[in-house]
């Protein structure tokens, strides 16, 4: 009688020890997989892995593609990872893919762009929306004097965070900047060929256009090459939410005025270690602060916030390299 005892213990050990040896599986989906900013997110991301000690998966579609992001998901649910995170490209429409998740055990969270509150624990958020808005119309009115016309180029018309930003955009123009005139809003698909296109059409069509906003990083290069091939650098002024090293170039050569961001790199890092301890049960909904090693994180309801955005110029931008 005690072979059969030995061997059940014996097996019951071998699959505690194998449930210990489990590494939490982590998914973590940009909007385009290939987009350079989301590339700098995921080596942030690596980093906590590793730290963490966790399993690392990185997908996402090629392109912005809500639909794709979806299938996405679903084949997470099926294959049970523990935590997703994801950079929502539309709001409403991958809401219904990570309720689902959570609704089987999933930890959820987003980052970079958020879904409904109702899909998810908490929302890594690089900066306030509100924040990121007025300084980029600050800058923008900086730049041109506080008059003439302006234009935006964004990723799409439909993505939720960059929606956001442009109605904290149009509320400083309104509240601080009466002779300033935003004259039309283009979206570029997350593309700098297609921003390139749109931001020499803008020009075409508007005249006295003085500054080009981009709102999306492959729109800032792409809206300095336009403005550079048509020889009217420093007459037309460009700005935007970009990476520093797909700017440098630009900036050096005065077409691009300046950039401002977040490390992105930080916002990857923090969004892993913030899924891990939600899985752990270390991050809990009412926590007011959350810890990784000597820096504090503020969070305001549920969104954890990385930090204030920061303006790179030709005299710093040289500093970084992401």
Not at 63 to 91: C, F, H, P, S, Y
């Amino acid at each position: 009688m005690k072979t059969p005892r030995l061997l059940a213990l014996f097996l019951a050990t071998a699959v505690a020890a194998l449930a210990a040896d489990a590494k939490l599986m982590f998914a973590l989906m940009p909007k385009a997989k290939g987009n350079a900013y989301f590339l700098s997110v995921k080596a942030g991301a690596e980093k906590a892995a590793k730290e963490l000690n966790v399993e690392l998966l990185f997908d996402g579609p090629t392109d912005t593609n809500a639909a794709k992001q979806n299938e996405i998901v679903e084949n997470w649910i099926t294959l049970g990872v523990d935590v997703i995170a994801v950079a929502a490209e539309n709001r409403d429409g991958i809401s219904t893919a990570l309720r689902k998740a959570r609704a089987q055990g999933i930890t959820v969270l987003t980052y970079d762009a958020d879904a409904q509150a109702a899909a998810r624990s908490f929302f890594v958020n690089q900066a306030t929306p509100q924040g990121i808005g007025y300084t980029l119309m600050d800058e923008a009115a900086r730049l041109t004097g506080g008059e003439g016309e302006f234009a935006i180029i964004t990723a799409t018309l439909t993505a939720a965070n960059q929606r956001e930003w442009q109605k904290h955009i149009e509320a400083r123009l309104a509240e601080k900047y009466p002779k300033m005139k935003l004259v039309a809003v283009r979206p570029c698909d997350d593309l700098k060929d297609r921003a390139q296109s749109e931001a020499t059409a803008l020009m075409s069509a508007h005249q006295n256009l003085k500054l080009i906003m981009a709102i999306c990083s492959p729109g800032v290069p792409g809206a300095a090459e336009a403005v550079k091939q048509a020889g009217r650098a420093g007459a037309v002024k460009v700005i935007g939410l970009g990476l520093p090293n797909e700017n440098k170039r630009y900036v050096h050569e005065g077409v691009t005025d300046a950039v401002i961001l977040w490390d992105t790199g930080d916002l990857g890092y923090l969004t892993v270690q913030a899924g891990v301890a939600l899985a752990d049960g270390k991050l809990k909904a009412g926590d007011q602060q959350f810890k990784v090693g000597n820096r504090t994180f503020a969070i305001e309801g549920d969104n954890i916030l990385l930090g204030s955005p920061f303006v790179f110029t030709r005299e710093n931008i040289d500093r970084f390299d992401f």
